[in-house]
């Protein structure tokens, strides 16, 4: 299984993008029961994971991003989704998504830079 991000793009401040994350190989029966999470690295900064949603679509956030982004998977297509909205310069980085626990191949993640 390979994860394979897109989304990703250039937005003003008070923008929104919508990301997503094929499981690129999977079936349902070993996507479905995993927790998935987004995670997003800036230069100079340490990795942050920002949404987590688990396999009974239980979620959370970090407190950076509470209230403006909202992570929702498919496992019927073996996806996973990162709502953006009211989005700030310091969201600017590479996102990337994790499948917890397991050993699938990592994405090159998705550049989200926000101008002010």
């Known amino acids: 299984v390979h994860l394979v991000e897109s989304g990703g793009g250039l937005v003003q401040a008070g923008g929104s993008l919508r990301l997503s994350c094929h499981a690129s190989?999977?079936?349902?029966?070993?996507?479905?029961?995993?927790?998935m999470e987004w995670y997003r690295q800036a230069p100079g900064k340490q990795r942050e994971v920002v949404a987590t949603?688990?396999?009974?679509?239980?979620?959370t956030y970090a407190d950076s991003v509470k209230g403006r982004f909202a992570i929702s998977r498919d496992n019927s297509q073996k996806k996973v989704y990162l709502r953006m909205n009211s989005l700030k310069p310091d969201d600017t980085a590479v996102y990337f998504c994790?499948?917890?626990?397991?050993?699938w191949g990592q994405g090159q993640g998705t550049q989200v830079t926000v101008s002010s």
């Open positions: 190989g999977s079936i349902f029966s070993v996507f479905s029961p995993v927790d």
């Open positions: 994790n499948a917890r626990g397991q050993q």
């Open positions: 949603i688990t396999g009974d679509f239980s979620t």
